[in-house]
C-alpha cells in the first residue's frame, strides 16, 4: 500500500479506499499463519487475490478456515499495518441490537471541527478499519449490551481479537456470501458495520441484497438509527423490517498497528502523464483528476481519472429506451452465473469491462454506458462509466471532503454495475449510499435536485 504523504492520503488495491486498521500491537513474526484447507469455492476475478499461501500442510486464502475458526474472505497479498488476512464468523443467537446503547444514541464517537470528523467517518469506512472503529465505539459508550460491545467480548476459536467490521469489510463479507451461498449465509436482513456516519446514524448493510445505507435523510432528525434494534423498511425496497445482526471479523497476522493519519484529499496542482508517477489530487493526462492508485499495474491499468466537469451530463437513462429488460441481457446467462457476474460488477477495475458488456448489448443509443464510451476530451477516447466501487471511491476522495476535488452535484450517479434486469446501482453523492435504481429512471426535469447523472473515468498507467 503506498502512502501518498503530501496528500496524507492511502489508498490501496483493495474493494475501496482502503485506510486499513487493525486491534494494534507490535508486529509479531513474519511467518505465515496456520489454515485450513480451502472450504468453499474461491472468488473468481479482481474481488481478491485468492492465490493459496502454502505453509507446509495448511493453506491460507480466500474461502479457507483461519486460526480462528472462520472463513478468510480477504488476502491483501503482502502485511499491511493491520494484518494481511481477515476471516469472519457469524454471531450466533445474537439479533435485535442497537449499535449503541440506551442514553448515548446522540453521542458521537469523533469529536473536533467538522472537516476533521467527516474525514475521521470517511476514513471509518475502510477495509482494516474495523478494530480501530470497535475499539473507539467500546471507548466512547463503555460496557452494555450493544453491537460493538458483544463483538468486542466474542471469542472463537482460541481468539479474543474479535471486532465489529467496518462498512467495506462488512461489504467483503456480503460478496463472498454472495459469490459462494455458503451455508454461514445470514438470514436476510440488516446487519451492522462498526462505521460512524453521522453523531446518531451508523452505516449497515442489508444482506438481501447489499445495499449498504445509513438512513441518514429519513432518520437523522429523528433519533437517528444507532438505538434501534430493528432498520426501517426503506422507501423504495421491497424487503421489510428486521432485527439487526452481527458478523465479527479479525484480522491475522498482527502488523505494526500504527494506525495512519486522517486522510486529507487535495489538489496538489501537478500534471502526470499515462506513465505516471501520479499522486491522487494530480491532474490527469486527460485533463481530469487523478482519485485512485492501486499501488502496482494490474490488469486494467494503475490509476483511476476523472472526466472533467464538463462531461456530465443529466438525466440520462442507464438501460436503453425501448429495451426489453427481460430478453435483452447485459448477462446473458443462466440465474446463477448472472448473479456472480453482478457481484464481480461491482468491483474496482470493473468499469471498463462492464461499459464494454452493456454498450454490446445495448447498441447505439441514449444511455449511460453508451455516452461514456463515446466521450472524448483532449486527444482521449478510453472513458467508460465507473462501476460501483470506483463510483464511491469517487466519493470517499473527490466529494466528501471540504474543498470538493471535483464538482459534483448531491444527487444520484449511475454505475455500470448491474443490480438486476430492472435495476443499476448508484451512489449517492449527498451522502455516499447506494442504491438502486430502475435503469429507464431520469428525472422528469433535469433541473431537479434527483436527476440522474453521469461522470466518465479512465484507467491509465
Known sequence: ??????????????????????????????????????TSPWIPGPLADNSPISNGTSVCGVGSRGPGGGIIVYDAGELKWWGRYIEFRRVLAVAGVPWAPRGSTELPI?????????RLRVDAKAVGMGAT??????????????????????????????????????NLVYNYLAMTQHPDQVPDGPVWSSTEAWKNIAWYQL????????DSYILASKGGNKGRPINIKYPGTSFPSRSYQMYAVRAFPKGTGEVPPVSLPALTGNTCTNQGPCLVGDVGPAGGVVFYDAGTTKSWGRYLEVSPKSAEVIGWPWRKPGYDYQ????????????????????????????TSAVVKAYGPGRYAAKYAADYAVNGYDDWFLPSADELDVMYNVLYAVEEPLSPFAPTYYWSSS???????????????QRFDREGWFTAKDTGKPNAMRVRPIRAFG
Not at 466474542?154 to 479474543?160: K, M, T, V
Not at 444482506?207 to 445509513?214: A, C, L, N, P, R
Not at 448491474?418 to 455516499?432: C, H, M, P
Open 133 to 170: 472503529n470497535t475499539r473507539a465505539i467500546v471507548a466512547k459508550y463503555g460496557p452494555g449490551r450493544y453491537a460493538a460491545s458483544i463483538v468486542d467480548e466474542f471469542r472463537a476459536g482460541g481468539h479474543d481479537d474479535w471486532f465489529l467490521p467496518s462498512k467495506d469489510e462488512l
Open 110 to 118: 469523533y469529536e473536533g471541527d467538522a472537516a476533521s470528523v467527516q
Open 418 to 432: 448491474e443490480y438486476d434486469l430492472k435495476n443499476a446501482w448508484t451512489v449517492l453523492f449527498r451522502s455516499g
Open 1 to 38: 500500500m503506498k502512502k501518498f504523504l503530501a496528500l496524507g492520503l492511502t489508498i490501496s488495491a483493495s474493494l475501496g479506499v482502503s485506510l486499513m486498521g487493525s486491534r494494534g500491537g507490535p508486529a509479531e513474526s513474519m511467518s505465515l499463519p496456520v489454515c485450513a484447507s480451502s
Open 207 to 214: 444482506f438481501e441484497d447489499g445495499t449498504q445505507f445509513s
Open 327 to 354: 430478453t435483452d441481457l447485459v448477462y446473458p446467462l443462466d440465474g446463477d452465473l448472472a448473479r456472480l457476474a453482478r457481484v464481480k460488477s461491482k468491483a474496482i477495475g470493473m468499469g471498463a469491462a462492464n
